[in-house]
């Protein structure tokens, strides 16, 4: 049998002044509700990975992140709803928070690693796991070409087509695969990644192995905040304005940075008037309860 679920993603506009001013029909994939905590484009990456892990017959999947993980927490869940048992290492000193607590709940196994130990992951995992056929790995934030296979599916889930199609990146997984969806389904829809680290251009490393064939897509390097996890006074308030406005909940760390970008490009004339505009809510919201403090309201 294989592991999947119903999930639940409809595409809903925005209005926004300023999208009417330039002309701009500006849509957004809720992604964010395929889960309240497989979320977004976690499940997507997760699925094909949990599907093979279950037909290599593997019972425990053991994976990788930092302390706010959102992959972390996806893979907790995901672990516990398909009866696998779950291990995360964790980069850094034993801390303890909101999104580790919700790992724990599931029923994950956290084990803190220190920065360098956690670079070399395979070595890792070889060396808790030597002789144990029960595991199965996963990368840090479930980037690979299964991941890349799961996200491409998006595409097939739009009854309309779009002129531009704009994600945060992370790893570039989702990147990749959506970039895929559009070549499988020939498009003309272009692409446009949103890193969410510095020196985004790297990114294209992450992106260009799993692709189908070489494609173009447009990256906008420039609205990092200062890096992964930064964040400024101007971003947390475009995220409450955009909140506040919308009645759809974003976090600042990855969809908070799209949509600043996208009405940023907006507003300097980017996109031509007429344009179709799709924006991925790519979920994560409950790294939102790591920023609290960061909002001071
Ligand atoms: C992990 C994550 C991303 C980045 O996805 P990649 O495939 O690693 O590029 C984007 N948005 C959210 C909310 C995430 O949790």
């Known amino acids: ?78 672990a516990a709803k398909f009866g696998f048992k779950s291990t995360g290492f964790v ?3 034993e801390v303890n928070n909101d999104t580790l607590f919700l790992c724990r709940l599931h029923g994950m196994n956290l084990k803190f690693t220190d920065r360098e130990s956690y670079r070399d992951k395979e070595s890792l995992f070889n060396k808790h796991f030597a002789n144990d056929n029960e595991v199965f790995f996963i990368d840090e934030g479930g980037s690979s070409a299964l991941g890349a296979k799961g996200c491409s599916e998006l595409m097939a889930e739009l009854s309309e087509t779009f002129d531009h199609i704009i994600c945060a990146c992370g790893t570039g997984t989702t990147a ?11 498009l003309l829809t272009q692409f446009h990644g949103v890193p969410v680290l510095k020196n985004g251009e790297f990114l294209r490393k992450g992106i260009d192995p799993f692709l189908e064939k070489p494609s173009t897509y447009h990256l906008h390097t420039d609205y990092h905040f200062g890096g992964y996890g930064k964040v400024n006074d101007d971003l947390i308030c475009f995220v409450k304005q955009f909140v506040a406005s919308t009645g759809i909940l974003i976090e600042p760390i990855y969809t908070g940075k799209m949509l600043y970008a996208l009405y940023d490009l907006a507003a300097q004339n980017y996109f031509l008037p007429g344009s179709r505009i799709l924006a991925i809510h790519t979920g994560g919201i409950w790294g939102l309860l790591g920023m609290k403090d960061k909002f001071k309201i």
């Open 91 to 93: 980069r850094g000193e």
């Open 176 to 186: 990749a695969g959506i970039i895929n969806g559009i070549t499988d389904h020939q």
């Open 1 to 78: 049998m294989s592991i999947d679920f119903e999930i639940y993603s409809p595409v809903h506009q925005i209005h926004d002044k300023l999208f009417d001013e330039q002309g701009l029909k500006v849509f957004i994939k809720r992604d964010d509700l395929i889960h309240p905590i497989i979320s977004g484009n976690k499940w997507r990456k997760l699925k094909y990975l949990l599907n093979e892990a279950q037909s290599q017959n593997k019972t425990h999947l053991v994976t990788f992140g930092g302390a706010y993980s959102n992959h972390l927490l996806a893979t907790a869940a995901a």
